[in-house]
């Protein structure tokens, strides 16, 4: 092609973006599905970082009323609560749960593949399809704010879920939050935590007290899961560098607060509180 000819088109695009700097939904529903093919994009949290400390440092400062770290306070409740099918997504006609959502235009084509990557175990190991939102009521907003944050459950209509580009773009992360969408509770919080891990109060800070607060959870008959994508680290809110707030027993030495990749008790509780028969 004649290198004038290759340069008129290039000038004639850009005059077209800078005219249309808003993408449309449609738009974001292309970019978003359409991408090139090739492996998707999997973030892994770094080996030798706490990711709890890393996302509820990115998190603080929020403008949002953030409870246990990340989980944003209902302003039209006065509790934080999912306990019943009214906070839980539906199922269509194809026993499939659909969470529609949007994604903000912040994102770079990497973002948006690490999220995609994210999603897919849910759609590859559950029940659980996340759909580009059409004219749909209740969805989820999918947008570059300011921390690593989600609503408990369906709240109806519009609900922000929010991966902060500096800290929050993981697979792991992103998993978590959205956990967090689906209806679940962080898992060092659910009713029978005292037979597994030990909160050390000494390192707690008095206005992070409620962050332990234990939680009326379904536990779904299933055991206490160290290994879930939705247990902090140990030293979660910690007064003191090198001090762990939460102990694993009876065996100190136990692992927790991974984000690498939803564990097999985190995609058996979405099963059996969904409904799924995959």
């Excluded at 759909?131 to 009521?137: H, M, W, Y």
């Excluded at 899961?225 to 030293?235: A, E, F, L, V, W």
């Amino acid at each position: 092609m004649d290198p004038r000819a290759s340069l008129s088109i290039l000038l004639l695009l850009a005059g077209i973006s800078l005219a249309n700097p808003v993408r449309s939904n449609l738009q974001l529903f292309f970019i978003f599905h359409n991408q090139k093919p090739g492996p998707p994009a999997f973030l892994p949290i770094p080996g030798n970082v706490d990711i709890t400390t890393k996302f509820l440092e990115t998190n603080k400062g929020s403008s949002e009323h953030l409870i246990e770290g990340d989980l944003v306070f209902p302003k039209t409740k006065n509790a934080l609560y999912c306990f019943n099918n009214n906070c839980f997504w539906k199922k269509n006609s194809n026993n499939l749960v659909e969470v529609p959502y949007i994604v903000s235009s912040e994102y770079s084509s990497t973002d948006i593949s690490v999220i995609k990557n994210a999603m897919s175990t849910f759609h590859n190991k559950t029940c659980i399809r996340f759909v580009p939102r059409l004219n749909q009521t209740d969805y989820i907003s999918i947008e570059n704010k300011d921390g690593c944050y989600s609503y408990l459950g369906r709240i109806g209509g519009k609900q922000v879920v929010s991966f902060n580009r500096q800290g929050c773009v993981y697979h792991g992360i992103i998993q978590h939050e959205l956990n967090h969408a689906l209806g679940f509770y962080h898992e060092h919080t659910r009713s029978d935590r005292d037979k597994y891990v030990k909160i050390n109060w000494e390192y707690v800070p008095t206005d992070k007290a409620s962050n332990f607060q234990i939680q009326n959870t379904n536990n779904q008959n299933t055991t206490y899961d160290y290994g879930s994508i939705m247990h902090y680290g140990k030293t979660a809110f910690t007064t003191q560098a090198g001090k762990n707030t939460i102990t694993p027993i009876p065996d100190a030495t136990v692992a927790i607060g991974q984000r690498q990749d939803m564990s097999n008790l985190d995609i058996l509780r979405i099963n059996k509180l969904y409904g799924c028969v995959v």
